[in-house]
């Protein structure tokens, strides 16, 4: 098993960057596919981003595309998000997954290993 926490998020202006966090517990993290959800209120969780076990295959959202950069240091248990030229329509509550996977993994429901989430407010 593994255990996830986020952190980084923040309120933020437009235009703004932010890297978000996720620190895993275990000796095994670099045996997971890892990947960012979003949530935002009234609405799905949604993908974000995904990254293999060893980090060199990644994925992106078409509306993150360019904007994030999804990166994990295994040495160090933990992955990471770096947001740049946030927008509003960013705001969401932000999670890491893991899977037990060498590929990349994109599908919400394959994931089965979630953190509690980290809120990211991007003001106009």
């Known amino acids: 098993q593994v255990q996830l926490v986020e952190s980084g998020g923040g309120l933020v202006q437009a235009g703004a960057s932010l890297r978000l966090s996720c620190a895993a517990s275990?000796?095994?993290?670099?045996?997971?596919?890892m990947g960012w959800f979003r949530q935002a209120p009234g609405k799905e969780r949604e993908f974000v981003a995904a990254?293999?076990?060893?980090?060199?295959?990644?994925h992106y959202a078409d509306s993150v595309k360019g904007r994030c950069t999804i990166s994990r240091v295994n040495a160090k248990n933990t992955l990471y998000l770096q947001m740049n030229s946030l927008q509003p329509e960013d705001t969401a509550v932000y999670y890491c997954?893991?899977?037990?996977?060498?590929?990349?993994?994109?599908?919400?429901?394959?994931?089965?290993?979630w953190g509690q989430g980290t809120q990211v407010t991007v003001s106009s």
């Open positions: 997954a893991a899977h037990r996977s060498v590929v990349v993994v994109i599908a919400l429901n394959d994931y089965d290993y």
């Open positions: 990254i293999s076990w060893t980090g060199g295959s990644t």
């Open positions: 275990g000796r095994t993290f670099y045996m997971y596919a």
